[in-house]
């Protein structure tokens, strides 16, 4: 894959995911697979419920996602301050996916889940995102606002010259094709 191959995939990903302003590339796992399905309001990191159980609303899964910390994992001070550096990194990046839940994996309750081992504290969870239509509703932002955002910004795109006039017909096409 070319880098401008690569770099239109995560653009296009970025459009029909809503989510742009607050990705951060560094901790995103861009999951290209999920472009076709469009969020109304991006999650912030603090706003991500932590659970043992799968969510009780109807979702979608944004993808595995891990936190990693550096512990000393013979002192339980270091590993309690590692898991939660880790447990704040695995909200971050589950919200640049737009997960609102995430259930941690493994056994026992949360504080018990994760695992030390050769200096790191690791945390492993599903992410998990309310489908767009409940969201919606629940943000007051109607269809046609969702509608007209994606519109605009594939416009800026194109004027920007990061994407082609074939590449934004495309794109244009999706966008208006998908339910509202």
């Known amino acids: 894959m070319t880098a401008r191959t690569v770099f239109i995939n995560c653009a296009c990903l970025l459009l029909l995911t809503g989510c742009g302003a607050n990705l951060d590339l560094s901790t995103a796992n861009l999951g290209l697979g999920t472009a076709g399905s469009a969020q109304a309001v ?3 990191a603090s706003e991500v419920v932590i659970g043992t159980e799968p969510p009780d609303f109807d979702a ?7 936190g990693i910390a550096r512990a000393n994992c ?9 898991r939660q550096e880790a447990l704040e990194l695995l909200r971050r990046r589950a919200a640049n996916n737009g997960a609102d839940y ?6 026992g309750s949360i504080d018990e889940r994760g ?3 050769d200096g790191f504290f690791r945390l492993d969870g599903v992410g998990f995102a309310e489908l767009t239509a409940t969201r919606q509703a629940d943000s007051g932002m ?9 519109l605009e ?9 990061l994407i082609n006039q074939t590449e934004y017909d ?7 094709d998908e339910p509202y």
């Open 74 to 82: 013979n002192s339980s001070s270091s590993v309690e301050e590692a």
């Open 102 to 107: 995430i259930r941690l994996t493994g056994s």
């Open 115 to 117: 695992s030390c081992l």
């Open 170 to 176: 495309q794109l244009r096409q999706q966008v208006l």
């Open 42 to 44: 991006p999650t912030e």
């Open 142 to 150: 109607s269809p046609a606002d969702t509608l007209t955002s994606r």
């Open 153 to 161: 910004e594939l416009d800026a795109l194109l004027d920007r010259g």
């Open 60 to 66: 979608r899964s944004t993808g595995r996602h891990r």
